[in-house]
Nanobody, 127 residues
Framework: QVQLVESGGGLVQAGGSLRLSCAAS????????MGWFRQAPGKEREFVAA????????RYADSVKGRFTISRDNAKNTVYLQMNSLKPEDTAVYYC????????????????????WGQGTQVTVSS
């Protein structure tokens, strides 16, 4: 089993930045598709960003394009989400997700394509 642990959330003022980390441990694989999702109170979970572990190809939700950057450190089995120019509407619990054994170059924006999820980290942006 793969365990995912998110960190880096917190409280920040609008216009500020945070960097989230997602560390994978346990049984690890050579190839993943990884994603970040978020869920605000009273709303459904939504896609934020995705990355293909082997190719580095990325995909972003329109709402975060130009502000958020997803990246990975293969040696550390860690995926990052750099969040800049944060807005109050970015407030949510952010979840990391993994799809192991991904030998294509695909990235995925649909939550059901992922098999492993972290517990989430709270991000609060004050106005």
């Amino acid at each position: 089993q793969v365990q995912l642990v998110e960190s880096g959330g917190g409280l920040v003022q609008a216009g500020g930045s945070l960097r989230l980390s997602c560390a994978a441990s346990g049984r690890t694989y050579n190839n993943y598709a990884m994603g970040w999702f978020r869920q605000a109170p009273g709303k459904e979970r939504e896609f934020v960003a995705a990355i293909n572990w082997s190719t580095g190809s990325t995909r972003y939700a329109d709402s975060v394009k130009g502000r958020f950057t997803i990246s990975r450190d293969n040696a550390k089995n860690t995926v990052y989400l750099q969040m800049n120019s944060l807005k109050p509407e970015d407030t949510a619990v952010y979840y990391c997700a993994a799809r192991p054994n991904e030998y294509t170059s695909f990235t995925y924006s649909l939550s059901y394509m992922y098999t492993h999820w972290g517990q989430g980290t709270q991000v609060t942006v004050s106005s």
